[in-house]
Nanobody
Framework: QVQLQESGPGLVKPSQTLSLSCTVSGDSITSDYYYWSWIRQPPGKGLEWLGHIAWSGTTYYSPSLKSRTSISRDTSQNQFTLHLSSVTPEDTGVYYC??????????????????WGQGTQVTVSS
């Protein structure tokens, strides 16, 4: 059973950098063909994908947040970390880490999450 656990501050001041870590058990973050993602949900809104780090170490970010987002990993700790700079109150929400992969039925390929962390509330406020 794969488990993901987010950790980090619950309160961040505007203009600071938010850093959240996700510790993974039950699988290696270098396992082939898996993507390790960060997803958030602002209050009253839908889920927003922020970016991922792939099994290979390649990263990809949401174009709307690319200038403020980076994701790194520590393979010795089996952990990956989100850094979101210059935060504002609009960055408030529940942040999730997740594992996702491609599924390819006969109708075509798509990507989906198979494991989620429990989520962690982040509030940006002075």
């Amino acid at each position: 059973q794969v488990q993901l656990q987010e950790s980090g501050p619950g309160l961040v001041k505007p203009s600071q950098t938010l850093s959240l870590s996700c510790t993974v058990s039950g699988d290696s973050i270098t396992s082939d063909y898996y993507y390790w993602s960060w997803i958030r949900q602002p209050p009253g809104k839908g889920l927003e994908w922020l970016g991922h780090i792939a099994w290979s170490g390649t990263t990809y970010y949401s174009p709307s947040l690319k200038s403020r987002t980076s994701i790194s990993r520590d393979t010795s700790q089996n952990q990956f970390t989100l850094h979101l700079s210059s935060v504002t109150p609009e960055d408030t929400g529940v942040y999730y880490c997740a594992r996702d992969q491609y599924y390819c039925p006969s109708s075509g390929c798509y990507r989906g999450v198979d494991y989620w962390g429990q989520g962690t509330q982040v509030t940006v406020s002075s």
